[in-house]
């Protein structure tokens, strides 16, 4: 029996992963949970699942969840030193670390540092302090990638020694917008944007997917994960079904197929190295699908995979900018106070308006995050007024 505690229960991984556990119940418990605003899904989660600890992001909620959970044996806490103490909770040995955004990293470093193995799905903790996370990581945890593609590169990689990779090709699916000219891509709306072809994620994610940072950012983690010098390239596979492959120094090229469904990475995860049967989901049937295509990304009309590409070479403090600076922009973006045209005209603002300084401890990275975060709300107030 595995005891788990999940950073971003009522988030699509949070859910997933809890399916996970619940299809597998003599594998899996649940020892602690953490959630953002929606209480009501939270408190089911609680009542189902029975974890010892829960806590809210946010102060407001703690009553309304209190009022929920009225008669039921479970200690509430909130706030960053809430997701802390689930993170840490002593009877999980793994901790699913799902909340969205930079918000994931502080809880997942605690999770690493109480020696608890990670199954990451928070891609923002590497993105922005990778360095730092593999420092407290090495020799102490299992650090597990629950992506698809990076889960899809730990398959391929089984057995195999990182310095016979020739290089790692990250696949994605182009998102909503593929097939759209610049011009057409000025106007989208956010419901378009939201509408994504093949996954179904939550929404800063999904907007994520359609200005194709998502590729820029998994590109980050994937030279973290796997490497500083392994090159990576990306494609993009409209079909979501290839998620990664490995070109080896012989030329041989290993890839990893499934449906496109969160659940089989998550199971992955939890498992590692083991594999558990998934007898829930339908098996990949390739007949049906009839045909996989591949193409190059168009980098004129997805400049955010360059400037995540960019961030990285520059290094230092600068992929904690673009991150804080693009979640930002997305927001404002949800918030039709900015185009979708904006989001990446804003990061590239941010990115040039930055002095790149070194990242030593969590408080550098919180200092690059903050300014970011300023310099792009001043950006948002000086281009809409």
């Known amino acids: ?38 209480v009501v899904l939270f408190a089911e989660q609680i009542k189902e699942f029975k974890p010892s600890l829960v806590s809210v992001y946010n102060l407001s909620k703690v009553d309304e969840l209190k009022e929920l959970l009225q008669g039921l044996d479970v200690e509430i806490l909130c706030g960053e030193e809430g997701s802390i103490k689930v993170a840490t909770h002593p009877d999980s040995s793994m901790v699913v670390s799902a909340i969205v955004g930079s918000a994931g990293l502080v809880p997942s470093l605690a999770a690493i540092q109480s020696s608890k193995d990670l199954a990451l799905a928070n891609k923002e903790t590497l993105v922005i302090a990778g360095e730092l996370i593999l420092r407290e990581a090495k020799n102490k945890i299992n650090l597990i990638p629950i992506d698809s593609e990076h889960s899809a590169i730990l398959q391929a990689l089984n057995g195999e020694k990182k310095e016979r990779i020739k290089k790692i090709i990250l696949t994605g699916s182009g998102g909503p917008f ?19 072809p093949n996954w179904t994620m939550g929404a800063k994610i999904t907007i ?10 998994e590109y980050i983690e994937a030279k973290w994960l796997f490497g500083l010098n392994t090159p990576v390239e990306i494609i993009v596979h409209p079909q979501s079904i290839v998620h990664s492959m490995i070109e080896f120094v012989d030329t041989s090229v290993i890839a990893q197929l499934g449906i496109p469904d969160m659940r089989v990475p998550i199971a992955y995860a939890l498992t590692f190295p083991d594999r558990i049967e998934c007898s829930s989901l339908p098996t990949l049937n390739l007949s049906s699908i009839k045909q996989l295509t591949f193409e190059e990304p ?37 918030d039709n106070e900015i185009p979708f045209k904006n989001i990446a005209e804003t990061i590239h603002m941010a990115m040039n308006n930055h002095t790149p300084h070194s990242i030593d401890s969590l408080e550098d990275v919180k200092s690059a995050d903050q300014w970011a975060r300023q310099e792009v709300k001043q950006l948002i107030t000086v281009t809409t007024h």
Do not use: W
């Open 1 to 38: 029996m595995k005891t788990i505690s999940i950073l971003g229960s009522t988030g699509s991984i949070g859910v997933n992963t809890l399916d996970v556990v619940r299809q597998n119940r003599d594998r899996f418990s649940v020892a602690g949970m953490v959630a953002g605003n929606n």
């Open 178 to 196: 593929r097939t759209f000219t610049k011009e057409q891509m000025a106007n989208v709306t956010i419901k378009e944007a939201l509408n994504h």
């Open 208 to 217: 994520d997917s359609a200005t194709m940072m998502n590729k820029g950012l």
């Open 298 to 334: 168009d980098y004129e009309k997805f400049p955010c995979i360059k400037m995540a590409q960019d961030s990285l070479e520059i290094g230092q403090s600068m992929p904690a900018v673009l991150n804080a600076a693009n979640e930002v922009a997305v927001q404002a973006f949800l």
